[in-house]
């Protein structure tokens, strides 16, 4: 259990490190390079699943948001008994990256609401008294920041065989555009472990 409680505990820590940052130093749609163009912290904050997808307004948000913390509480229960019966570590640490991932977001969506102000493009937020926030409990959203644009080409640079509904709203041909956070990728690393190397050992 040691081994699971260490990989938890940090993905959380650096997850929420690193949001808490985000969320009071920058304003909503602010980005800071960090290499030169191909990795970028980009403030962004969604409602939905991973990857800043959208699930339905607020009664999908309110439905993911319980979803999010039955599927943490199973996660949980089972990471409890492959722990119990030691279990190889691969598969342990691989289902304590997607528990510890799933967690990341949670606390996203059911506390930051409550504790901070809401975020805008022209101002950042702060820190509240509790329950004085931007949203109720199980209303947060979810703060992402990291953004690889392998690809960035505008659109009248680009080579004229590339067609034109390649580019998006901005003219801009980028390769991956999804915005995600250390729970979103702590999530789809466990996952693509379990997947590759683990399913022969998945028992419920």
Known sequence: MKKSLSVIFFVLLIDQI????????????????????????????????AFGMQFGGEWGKLSLSIFRILAVAAIGFYLMMISEKNDNTGLIISVSLIFAGAMGNIVDSVFYGLFFSSSSYHYLASL????????????GKVVDMLYFPLVDIAQKDAPSWIPSFFFGPDNHLVFFRPIFNIADASITIGVSWLLLFQRKDLKF
Do not use: C, R, S
């Not at 509240?128 to 209303?139: E, R, T």
């Open 18 to 49: 690193l949001k808490f940052y985000i969320k009071l130093h920058l304003t909503l749609g602010q980005e800071i390079p960090v290499f030169d163009h191909w990795f970028i912290l980009l403030f962004t904050e969604n409602n939905g699943m």
């Open 128 to 139: 509240v008294p509790f329950g004085k926030g931007y949203a109720g409990f199980l209303h």
